[in-house]
């Protein structure tokens, strides 16, 4: 693969703050070959593992709000939304 | 008449009665996850380049060769003060070392993960947190080498060094420095230091640690451990350590604080006399300073000012 595609994953990962992604990009050519390849399989596992766990979440609030109906309070309604928002920001 | 089939009504999944509480356990867990696969994949990266440009630290040098480097290393951490002054007592007509003995209790664990350091070492970094807390934290593991003196003054194989981190030693010539790779290093290393020798031959004590630099710089460009450790630079004996440790002091502060804000250096030698009011005292008096140094210099007005007192 690319550098520039390995680059790409570096900018997308939630591995990495800001930050470090600066700092990684920044001093990018004093890695070797095998450093990135190393990096970028390490980056692959974890937004693999990333996925996984925020599919898992968001099935398991979704099982969690399913139960709540029309009729239910107006601070479930509210933790609902709450929620909902929360999974969105998470899974974005 | 026949009768029409029946249909059990379709089965839905059922929904958990919803509850605060699970939710609450489920973002935990979900955090707590999320936490252990960032730890993971860092601790991936953490003996590798890439490791050492996310933590921000300072390129750290180094590589303990030649044949004052133990007693240097020793003097450094167990100077009473961390930002150590290093003082080496290498007898150089008697080629020996000087090493000082510490009774301190083993920490085995700690000895388990840095199996090559001698007894005398290994013994001084405990008895010095920060500089073990240093060690282990940062990843930099000590390359105690010093493969220059005899076995009987207790030089060492450097086995195992190369399965570690980054290396926290001193350079203290180009010779320990050619004779560490040729005896101990793979074929990449041993190639990467003779092109950076061949640079720059025969040099007198002066040049000697230059070189070792410039071979250590060029091992930053063009060597890595392939199973992880990187070595990043050389630094220079004494100003490697006092700067390591000095460093890490003011890492540890703005960790800490985040408003942090690290001083400027002091002045190396604050007790020493300002230079110009030195020659002032000197000159002012109208001895044999003042006309050595002004007659056939043209006419400053320090001189023409002088010159008539």
């Known amino acids: 693969m690319s550098n520039k595609a390995v680059k790409e994953k570096i900018q997308s990962t939630r591995l990495f703050s800001d930050a470090e992604k600066i700092a990684l990009l920044v001093r990018w050519d004093e890695l070797l070959e095998e450093e990135i390849q190393k990096l970028e399989k390490v980056i692959d596992v974890y937004d693999q593992r990333y996925s996984q766990l925020v599919a898992g979440l968001k099935h398991e609030v979704e099982e969690s709000l399913g139960s709540l109906g029309p009729n239910d309070s107006q601070e479930l309604e509210d933790a609902q939304t709450l929620i909902r928002a929360g999974l969105g920001t998470l899974s974005s | ?309």
């Open chain 2, 1 to 309: 008449m026949v009768e029409a089939p029946t249909f059990a009504p379709e089965a839905k999944p059922e929904a958990k009665p919803f509850s605060v509480e699970n939710l609450r356990r489920s973002f935990t867990q979900f955090t707590t996850d999320l936490a252990q696969a960032n730890a993971d994949a860092r601790r991936e990266l953490g003996t590798t380049a890439v490791g050492h440009m996310l933590s921000g630290a300072a390129p750290l040098a180094i590589g303990i060769v030649g044949e004052v480097a133990s007693d240097a290393l020793l003097s450094a951490v167990t100077s009473p003060r961390m930002e150590a002054k290093v003082h080496v007592h290498h007898d150089r007509d008697k080629n020996t070392i000087s090493q000082t003995k510490y009774n301190v209790p083993k920490d085995s664990a700690f000895s388990e993960k840095f199996p090559f350091l001698t007894e005398n070492v290994l013994e001084t970094i405990q008895k010095r947190p920060l500089l073990k807390e240093l060690v282990e934290n940062i990843g930099i593991t000590v390359l105690y080498n010093n493969i220059l003196a005899k076995p009987s003054q207790g030089a060492l194989p450097s086995v195992g060094a190369v399965d570690l981190g980054v290396s926290l030693g001193i350079d203290v010539g180009a010779h320990g420095v050619h004779k560490l790779f040729e005896r101990n290093f793979s074929a990449k290393w041993r190639q990467a230091i003779k092109e950076a020798a061949a640079k720059n031959e025969a040099p007198r004590l002066a040049k000697r640690k230059a070189r070792a630099l410039q071979m250590g710089e060029s091992l930053l460009s063009t060597v890595n451990f392939s199973n992880g450790p990187t070595i990043l630079g050389i630094r220079m004996i004494g100003e490697g350590i006092g700067a390591l440790v000095g460093n890490y002091a003011h890492i540890q502060k703005s960790r800490k604080d985040p408003n942090y804000v690290r001083p400027r250096q002091e002045r190396r030698y604050p007790e020493r006399r300002d230079f110009r009011k030195k020659n002032e005292y000197q000159n002012g008096r109208g001895g044999q300073y003042n006309r050595r140094m002004y007659v056939g210099q043209g006419s400053s007005d320090r001189f023409e000012r002088r010159g008539h007192e």
